[in-house]
């Protein structure tokens, strides 16, 4: 909570700065892909995807779900799931400490139900600022829940996944999240619950090998990186150059892994379609 | 016991004289009837299986093959299976389920493969699809690591009912020096990893990953495969016996329960929501 407070304090001040003209909210920031200049609030007009050439800045979780919900219907599940240190592994805690500070996060996830065009659903949603997204305990057990939260009360499940894969500080326990993950999901899908997958840039290792690629439908963001092994790893292994799109969104949407690619400004509308084509949470 | 640090252990893991998943077959199964295929496009060398009778009774075994010389390396990309190699793994595994054959596997990879035709083809999909199948079988489960356990290419033969270790073998998130690599952005400090990591078959077993570690001749299975066979051999047939008093979706359900389990206990107290 004292977050909280602390942040929007600093917002009131930068407000009030730019009123005294100190700062000028046009500050501009170069898109990392094409580069062009683009002013601070044309970035957020345009829900962080830049005006020129349609790259998706990654965001936070909190973002993405006020962008989609209902305005009101967001409530949070689980908030209070905070991560561990099996290995004690040196720094890790201090980490996490500065990292919620930072974002506001307890973890890499953040778990809701709420509405979308007056759908109910339960959605969970990873945040790349937190040490990349990466999937230890907290996260793995997070989407476990939410899995078992949308059977108990008969929700479609809905998850934004946004991860460098699993953490290497939780060490194999990380790992086995992907077994818990994969698990729940199954259970979940084979129990006639409706699992929508949706891949932001970028998706990779241990995440993409477990719920990440189970969805009953699979949707992505355009660009977005998504794969098993890094790019640096793979031209490493096979001692030549990546072609240029190589598993990005498109790529992947032409080799038969995805539904369809859905930008920004769309999700609410394709969201909001399929939850009202799969009435009862998809249950018949 | 061992002696060994876990610096050590890896190189033990790693011995290319240990005995491998074709070598189990060899001396545990009779009547072993090889199949091949994914049935979409490939034979993936890396992941061996078929049907074969374990004391007699017929079961679905399945492993990592690293190969024995340089020519069955290449055969088997050193062990590193693609994504056809784990969609063949899910034929064998689905195929044992409708014939009501209890599974066994061994494990022993550095990982899946990271290349460009496996990214092609899907390989995250072709694992998350094995950990998903693999949890909801119906029949008896074992998998026993036998080397190197590495990370997702590992786990996805791995979600067993059971999983036993070789007391020397190692399993872990990543292999030591892509783990040193990662976080320390230095692959040459492996050795620091394997002393944090907890990747011996000891801190596995301490931590509830395992629920069983299989004693080594000294020095290492390498050593004296026979009395490793002899101690593989007792360990499945202990195992087999008492999951054999499980029905079918008492089986899926142990092993859910298990893994649905795996770092709860970890969290701090959160509260479940209603």
Partial sequence: MNRFFTQRRDRLLTYQAMREGKITAARRSPCPSCGAETPATDWSHNLQVCPKCGYHRPIGAYYRLSMILDPGSFQELEEKLSPSDPLDFPGYPEKLEALEEETGLRDAAVAAVGKVQDHKAVFVVLDSRFLMGSMGTAVGEKVARAAEYAERHKLSLVIFAASGGARMQEGIFSLMQMAKTAAAIQRFQSKGGLYISCLTHPTTGGVTASFASLGDIMLSEPGALIGFAGPRVIEQTIGEKLPEGFQRAEYLLDHGFLDQIVPRSQWRHVLGQLLSLHEKGGRS | ?274
């Fill in chain 2, 1 to 274: 016991m061992s002696v060994y640090t876990p610096e050590e252990k890896v190189k033990v893991a790693r011995n290319p004289g240990r005995p491998g998943v074709v070598d189990f077959v060899n001396a545990l199964f009779t009547d072993f009837f090889e199949q091949r295929g994914d049935r979409q496009c490939r034979e993936d060398g890396s992941i061996y299986g078929g049907i074969a009778r374990f004391h007699g009774r017929p079961v679905t075994v399945i492993g990592h093959r690293k190969g024995k010389n340089l020519e069955e390396n290449l055969h088997c990309n050193f062990g590193m299976p693609g994504p056809e190699g784990y969609r063949k793994a899910q034929r064998l595994m689905k195929q044992a389920e409708k014939f009501g054959r209890p599974i066994i596997t061994f494990v022993d990879t550095p990982g899946a493969y990271p290349g460009k035709e496996a990214e092609e083809r899907g390989q995250g999909e072709a694992i998350a699809q094995c950990l998903a199948l693999m949890s909801s079988l119906t029949v008896p489960v074992i998998a026993i690591v036998t080397g190197e356990g590495g990370s997702g290419g590992a786990l996805a033969l791995a979600v067993a009912n059971r999983v036993l270790m070789l007391e020397h073998a190692v399993y872990s998130v990543l292999s030591p020096e892509g783990f040193a690599s990662i976080l320390w952005k230095d692959s040459s400090r492996s050795g620091e990893a394997c002393a944090v990591m907890k990747l011996t078959a000891q801190d596995l077993r301490r931590g509830g990953i395992v629920q069983g570690v299989l004693r080594e001749p000294d020095g290492g299975a390498h050593t004296d495969w026979e009395a490793t066979f002899r101690t593989v051999d007792a360990a499945l047939k202990k195992e087999l016996a008492a999951l054999d008093k499980m029905k079918g979706p008492a089986l899926a359900q142990q092993r859910y329960q298990m893994f649905r389990a795996m770092g709860q206990s970890l969290l701090p107290a959160g509260k479940e929501d209603a």
